[in-house]
């Protein structure tokens, strides 16, 4: 867990050329399953570029080359690293829900995905001790109440709250400072879909930042310079957003 939380700093840290996206399904039986997506083609592009002629023989992401290209969990990459396995079940039975990968484009390292499959209610509830522990990057948004037929949205949530804290947990306080006081210019872009397997059948409060794309898809865009603006008033910005489906 360590490197591969190490790989999410590092394109935290080179963010002004990354995109994160996020997509939340919202299932029928009332669980959801969420995919992060972080592109880093940029940033890898502009790190390459940096590194001086006497070390472009080395692979400067090995650390990446060791993560798997296709979706494997959290326990299956603890154990690979020889890890002692959690003794508490509800520990385990997260660690198998929550997978990452390593994407790649022309055999280059494109980006790294975080995928949540099929959370209830309650395995939120326990992901949230876990996070405690762990502090992954994490959409705030997995945490908005479904429970198979609407969906209560608290806009408290439209924040980067826990890549916030991963930083604070992973870096030295020096340089989690320092980021920090830039996050809102060091974004490229961050989005978040929210799909939904029954029609929308009505949408109450507005805000800004959520719109409608279709009759089963909900878009997300933050508005970074506003997120970290005081001054900066939103036309709308209601704090509870209910979406009932069919």
Request: glycine letters at 4%; aromatic letters at 8%; proline letters at 2%.
């Amino acid at each position: 867990m360590k490197n591969i939380l190490f790989l999410f700093i590092a394109a935290i840290f080179g963010l002004q050329s990354c995109t994160i996206n996020s997509e939340i399904v919202y299932h029928k039986d009332a669980a959801s399953t969420s995919v992060t997506d972080i592109d880093m083609r940029q940033f890898m592009e502009e790190m390459k570029a940096m590194t001086p002629d006497s070390l472009k023989q080395k692979n400067e992401f090995g650390e990446m080359d060791k993560l798997p290209t296709e979706w494997t969990s959290l326990l299956d990459m603890q154990k690979k690293e020889g890890k002692q396995q959690p003794a508490n079940p509800d520990s385990v039975r997260i660690m198998k829900k929550i997978f990452m990968k390593m994407n790649k484009e022309n055999n280059e390292p494109a980006g790294i995905s975080l995928k949540m499959d099929r959370f209830t209610q309650a395995d939120y509830q326990m992901l949230s001790s876990y996070n405690k522990k762990e502090k992954l990057p994490l959409d705030q948004n997995i945490f908005n109440n479904w429970d198979g037929k609407t969906l209560t949205i608290n806009t408290d949530n439209f924040n980067l709250k826990n890549i916030e804290e991963t930083l604070r947990s992973k870096t030295s306080k020096e340089e989690a400072e320092k980021v920090q006081g830039m996050i809102s210019m060091f974004f490229k872009s961050i989005g978040t879909t929210l799909k939904f397997e029954n029609k929308i059948k009505s949408v109450t409060g507005k805000h800004d930042w959520i719109k409608q794309i279709d009759d089963y898809t909900i878009k997300i865009s933050y508005d970074l310079k506003a997120m970290y603006d005081k001054d900066i008033q939103l036309k709308h910005s209601d704090q509870k957003i209910m979406i009932v489906t069919e």
